[in-house]
């Protein structure tokens, strides 16, 4: 452990007026506080508030975040309180050390869903405790900082953990922390934070990494080396003034990247990085410029955050070229002052320099950052909506757009034209008909890239439809959508759930009276019955979940009766059953059953359009839904393809289709024009995840136009 000296030697070095005694204070109270507490490891527990400081010194952060860092464990782990902390240290340090002690207490790992039960759901719960965390962000963004230290601390030691504790601290950094530190701009801290997480999680595929990087350095030379010697010759040769630095990208980076392109190492370029920093914007381009000159840039791989900066203050140039023996190399540019908020990321606003804060004019304001991160978050929104939202919100890289007069639209990577008009507002969102990128009419579900023009074209009665849930990649455009829905169809969900409540509890031989449903609302922490009504017509919630909810003996008794071995839940055994042909619904999708005379229950989607027809004969409507792991291995679904007129196209769909596991079960053409054709295929699926890895697959093929689900309402049922 360091010593009291060492950390003030490491404070002054950055703040050579920093109020010494404070920390000398915050140090004797932090050891005496923590006297006799150990850690894991068999270490003194002083010896962990004390690294987290020395973490924060390297951001050059203030006496204030320095001392909470020496404090942060006082109040929950020692005979503290908060009033002692306040009289000895101020207001300051001690509602900071109060925030990071809430935080600490926070359960931020992702949960699985439940069902309804009595108890707030663990997603709800999740939902509050991310509310906690953006309003401890809001109040003082510094309590996440000594938090990401503290977090970052206990990374580099996890060792001295049981093994399962390590895995549950491994998950909790790799999808809550590391993301949290990328989208405040501190990448080496995501970074380094991932990696630990990586060591954990799967070490067989990170040593294997490590050694295809040594078989790599044995093969060919200290690369490395000999591409920054390059770079430094062109500059020099330009007379332009630069540091330039290189390596190898982390283990955890390189996996991901196998994963997302499905590539062995063999076949991976651009695992190598480098970064020149100059003095002034203007030779940031000088740079780009002599790079391009001497290495040939890759298409596509081009990104300027100078012109366009991230949310969070990041400017750098990056580009990809063909290097040394054409090994594909990324190259970052930028100033130093760039290069000082993009270590820091968000914490550059509390840095320090030479005693004083350090004025840096890239630096954001984090109230700014803050409102900019929160002010979509509608808190009426339901707990999984403002889950997504805020995960999608925080997490997500950005790509850049613009309208046709030029302004920029931020937002998430993986985003579709259809987040395009709910960013710009959310009329135009609900009465988008279709869209032009970059001149060119493209489909709604369009990925877009960075520097695109995006133009939207609405039309006056056009509605959101379900299907947009699946082309939206933004927490407020899935928010939108569905407050849309849900506003058009509450009137309908609400008759449908009174009948299908009706049925289910007659089932039961009770009666469905208001006062049951304000019941089962209640104890589902649902807000009052015409809501709960909504969500069983919706199938947010089944009528039978309700039922078991008042009457768990009698429901499980006439449960008991059902044959478990049927592909769906709420039907007798001697009724006829069967998927409706018009929508082909699959396990996984919501469905609702209707009664037909001589036929028995037919299962429709809860989108099929045919439902409409039936709104008006509730008495027809049955409560149903998909019995885990009771359906049939195959089911067919109906799709509509437009492809290009080339050579090989309709085979490579046919081996996109069986490379998925799944059969064609029909195959013909519907349309043939001299550039695309349109063809009909009737595929085999085992459930919705199935059909969806298929639909996604055929919808990233090139020369495959369009995909649709072909759910015709003029098919019988």
């Known amino acids: 452990m360091i010593t009291p000296d060492d950390l003030v030697a490491l404070i002054r070095n950055y703040n050579p007026t920093c109020d010494e005694a404070l920390i000398r204070r915050a140090w004797d109270y932090g050891e005496s506080m923590h006297a006799g507490q150990m850690r894991h490891s068999g270490e003194r527990y002083f010896t962990h508030p004390v690294a987290v400081a020395s973490i924060l010194t ?105 093994p399962e504790k390590q895995a549950q601290k491994a998950r909790e950094t790799m999808e809550i922390y590391a993301p949290l530190a990328g989208r405040m701009g501190m990448q080496w801290m995501r970074e380094e934070l991932e990696d630990l997480a990586f060591r954990v999680l799967d070490p067989e595929r990170r040593n294997a990494i490590l050694r295809r990087f040594i078989t790599l350095q044995r093969e060919s030379g200290d690369v490395i080396a000999r591409i920054t010697a390059d770079i430094r010759f062109e500059l020099e040769k330009a007379g332009l003034d630069g540091t330039v630095y290189g390596r190898a990208k982390k283990p955890y980076s390189v996996w991901r990247k196998m994963q997302d392109k499905e590539l062995e190492f063999s076949r991976l370029s651009d695992i190598y990085g480098f970064r020149i920093i100059v003095d002034h914007v203007q030779e940031c381009y000088e740079a780009l410029g002599l790079i391009h000159q001497r290495w040939r840039a890759v298409p596509g791989r081009f990104k300027d955050y100078v012109s366009q900066p991230k949310s969070n203050g990041y400017r750098s140039i990056h580009t990809t070229v063909s290097g040394r023996d054409g090994k594909r190399v990324e190259v970052q540019i930028r100033t130093r002052e760039m290069h000082e908020v993009a270590e820091a990321g968000v914490a550059a606003h509390w840095a320090y320099k030479d005693g004083a804060r350090s004025v840096n004019p890239f630096a954001i304001d984090p109230a700014k950052w803050i409102e900019s991160l929160t002010s979509r978050l509608d808190r009426d929104e339901d707990h999984d909506e403002f889950l997504e939202h805020v995960k999608l919100e925080m997490y997500a890289d950005q790509v850049f757009c613009f309208t046709p007069k030029g302004d920029v639209v931020q937002l998430p990577k993986g985003a579709t034209p259809l987040d395009f008009a709910y960013a710009i507002h959310t009329r135009i969102g609900n009465a988008t008909v279709s869209a032009k990128v970059d001149g060119m009419r493209v489909p709604l579900w369009t990925r877009l890239r960075n520097g695109q023009q995006v133009e939207i074209i609405t039309a006056d009665g056009q509605r959101p439809q379900t299907s947009w849930i699946e082309l939206v990649h933004t927490g407020r455009a899935k928010a939108a959508i569905r407050r849309s829905l849900r506003e058009e169809d509450r009137e309908r969900f609400v008759r449908l759930g009174r009948e299908l409540s009706r049925v289910a509890f007659d089932r039961v031989g009770r009666k469905v009276t208001d006062k049951a449903l304000d019941t089962a609302a209640r104890s589902m922490a649902i807000k009052g019955p015409t809501e709960l009504l909504a969500k069983i017509g919706a199938a947010e919630i089944s009528a039978r979940a309700v039922v078991e909810q008042l009457y768990p003996e009698i429901a499980s008794m006439g449960q008991a009766d059902v044959d478990a071995s049927r592909p769906v839940v709420g039907l007798d055994p001697d009724i006829p059953f069967r998927r409706a042909n018009c929508c082909q619904p699959v396990p996984g999708e919501r469905i609702v059953g209707i009664t037909y005379r001589g036929k028995g229950i037919v299962a429709h989607a809860i989108d099929c359009e045919v439902l409409a027809t039936l709104e008006e004969q509730p008495e027809r409507w049955v409560d149903l839904h998909w019995h885990e792991g009771k359906h049939a291995a195959v089911h067919n679904v109906s799709l509509t393809l437009t492809i290009t007129n080339s050579a090989g196209v309709l085979g490579r769909v046919c081996s996109l289709v069986g490379e998925q596991k799944a059969n064609i079960s029909d195959l013909h053409f519907l349309d043939r024009k001299p550039d695309y054709f349109r063809i009909f295929v009737e595929i085999e699926v085992s459930d919705a995840a199935h059909l969806h890895r298929i639909l996604t697959i055929l919808s990233a093929e090139t020369d495959i136009a369009q995909v649709n689900r072909d759910r015709d309402p003029t098919r019988k049922p």
């Not at 782990?77 to 101020?90: I, L």
């Not at 990401?148 to 996890?158: E, G, K, Y």
């Open 58 to 162: 390297e951001m050059r952060l203030d006496d204030a975040t320095i001392v909470t860092a020496l404090l942060h464990d006082t109040i929950e782990d020692t005979r503290s309180t908060y009033s002692e902390v306040e009289q000895m240290f101020g207001h300051e340090v001690a509602e900071l050390v109060d925030g990071v002690t809430k935080l600490t207490n926070l359960q931020l790992n992702a949960v699985e869903p439940v069902g309804a039960t009595g108890r707030p759901s663990p997603e709800a719960k999740q939902a509050e405790n991310f509310r906690k965390l953006l309003m401890a962000m809001s109040r003082d963004l510094r309590v996440i900082l000594v938090k990401l230290a503290d977090r970052l601390h206990n990374m580099r030691t996890i060792r001295s953990m049981r």
